[in-house]
C-alpha cells in the first residue's frame, strides 16, 4: 500500500521559514514524478513545486521562485520543500503527490497546515 506522510507545517510569522517533508513508502519511487501542493481556505488546490524524475529538473510557481526550494532524496524516498521569507498569502494546506504523469497526482498525502501570520 502506498503511503505519502507530510511533516513540518505550522504557524510562523511572515519573513520566517518551514521546512516540510514527505516520506514515501510501499513503493520505490526513483522512477516518478514528485510535487508539492498547496490548498488555500476557498480556493482550488495549486501546484507549488515539483521534480521530475528522469531529467531532476525543479519546477516552482511563479509566487515561490526565489523563496522556495525543493529537495529530493531518491535513496530515502523523501522529498522537502524549503520555504522562506514565507509571506501571509502562503498560508495553506501544503500536499505531497507522486506519480507519473506532470504534474503527478496518483497518489497523494494528507496534508501539513502552515499558517503564516502577519
Known amino acids: 500500500q502506498v503511503q505519502l506522510v507530510e511533516s513540518g507545517g505550522g504557524l510562523v510569522q511572515a519573513g520566517g521559514s518551514l521546512r516540510l517533508s514527505c516520506v514515501v513508502s510501499g513503493r520505490t519511487f526513483s522512477r516518478y514524478n514528485m510535487a508539492w501542493f498547496r490548498q488555500a481556505p476557498g480556493k482550488e488546490r495549486e501546484f507549488v513545486a515539483g521534480?521530475?524524475?528522469?531529467?531532476?529538473?525543479?519546477y516552482y510557481t511563479d509566487s515561490v521562485k526565489g523563496r522556495f526550494t525543493m529537495s529530493r532524496d531518491y535513496n530515502k524516498n523523501t522529498v522537502d520543500l524549503q520555504m522562506n521569507s514565507l509571506k501571509p498569502e502562503d498560508t495553506a494546506v501544503y500536499y505531497c503527490a507522486v506519480g507519473n504523469a506532470w504534474p503527478p497526482n496518483d497518489y497523494w498525502g494528507q496534508g501539513t497546515e502552515v499558517t503564516v501570520s502577519s
Open positions: 521534480v521530475r524524475w528522469n531529467s531532476g529538473t525543479r
